[in-house]
C-alpha cells in the first residue's frame, strides 16, 4: 500500500531524540489511568468516549485530567478517520495548585496494514487545534492562547498468547512525534515511545497496562523525561464483530 510507505518515510525523516550528552533531562514518574469506551452506531461508525487521570507519583498529586469524545468512520478496510474533541485541565510542576484548561478539537487519519500473519502495522496523522487558557504561571488570565500540533504515530501490534475462551494478550509497541506549528516557541512537543500488554476478558472488556517514556522540552536545552505506567480498561458495546481490532488502531 503506497499511502503506507510514504507516512512511514515522513515519519522516519522527521523523528528526532535528542542526545542525552547534549541536554539536560528532569526525570519525572507518572502514573495514567484510563477508561475507554467504545460503542457501536453502525457497520462503519463508532463513537469513542475516554476518561483519563494522570498523576505525579514523588510527589503524588494531580498532573492532568482529559476527557475525550471522537466519532469514527471506517471508510476502507485499512482506512479510518475521525474527527474528535478534548477538555483537560492541567497542574503544572512550577504550580501544582494552577490548574490551566484546554479545548481541543482534532481531526486525524488511521492507515492499518496487515504484515504476515499476525502482525498489524498503524500509522496515524491527527490534527489538534490547541485553545489553552492564558497564564502567568500564578493565575489564569483572560482569553486562549492558540496553536496547532501535528502528530505522528506508528504502531505495531501482534497477539502472543491465546488463552481459552478466546482470550488473547497482545503486544502493542508505538512511537509518536508531537510537532508545534504557529506562535510558539519551539517546534518540537514531544516525543512518546509506549510498550504495552493487553490482555481480552470477554468480548466487551480488555484491559492494558504498559510503560510510557514521554520526554518534552522546556527550554533549548532541558526535557522533561517522564517514565509513565500507563493502564487502560477498554469497553466495548455494540456488535463485537464490526470493532476490527479498534483498540489497537487508536
Not at 173 to 198: K, T, Y
Amino acid at each position: 500500500m503506497k499511502p503506507l510507505k510514504y507516512c512511514l518515510t515522513i515519519f522516519m525523516v522527521m523523528v528526532f531524540i535528542p542526545s542525552k550528552s547534549q541536554h539536560i533531562y528532569i526525570s519525572q514518574w507518572q502514573a495514567w489511568f484510563r477508561y475507554y469506551n467504545q460503542a457501536q452506531l453502525s457497520e462503519k461508525l463508532i463513537l469513542h468516549t475516554e476518561i483519563d487521570e494522570r498523576i505525579n507519583l514523588n510527589p503524588a498529586q494531580q498532573f492532568q485530567f482529559f476527557t475525550h469524545v471522537h466519532l469514527h468512520y471506517r471508510v476502507k478496510p485499512w482506512l479510518d478517520v475521525a474527527a474528535g474533541f478534548n477538555f483537560n485541565v492541567t497542574n503544572p510542576p512550577f504550580n501544582p495548585s494552577l490548574g490551566v484548561p484546554e479545548l481541543r478539537p482534532w481531526q486525524e487519519a488511521n492507515l492499518i496494514k496487515n504484515l504476515g500473519k499476525d502482525i498489524q502495522f498503524q500509522f496515524r496523522y491527527r490534527l489538534d487545534e490547541r485553545f489553552i487558557h492564558n497564564n502567568d504561571r500564578q493565575v489564569l488570565l483572560d482569553g486562549y492562547h492558540f496553536n496547532w500540533r501535528h502528530r505522528f504515530r506508528i504502531q505495531f501490534t501482534r497477539p502472543i498468547v491465546e488463552f481459552n475462551n478466546n482470550r488473547t494478550l497482545t503486544l502493542k509497541l508505538s512511537d509518536e512525534v508531537m510537532l508545534n506549528a504557529g506562535d510558539v516557541p519551539r517546534m518540537l512537543d514531544q516525543n512518546r515511545i509506549f510498550a504495552s500488554l493487553e490482555i481480552k476478558l470477554n468480548e466487551r472488556f480488555s484491559f492494558e497496562c504498559g510503560y510510557l517514556n514521554l520526554l518534552q522540552p522546556v527550554t533549548d536545552d532541558i526535557y522533561y523525561e517522564r517514565h509513565i505506567i500507563r493502564s487502560t480498561l477498554f469497553h466495548r458495546i455494540g456488535n463485537k464483530q464490526s470493532f476490527r481490532n479498534e483498540s489497537n488502531t487508536l
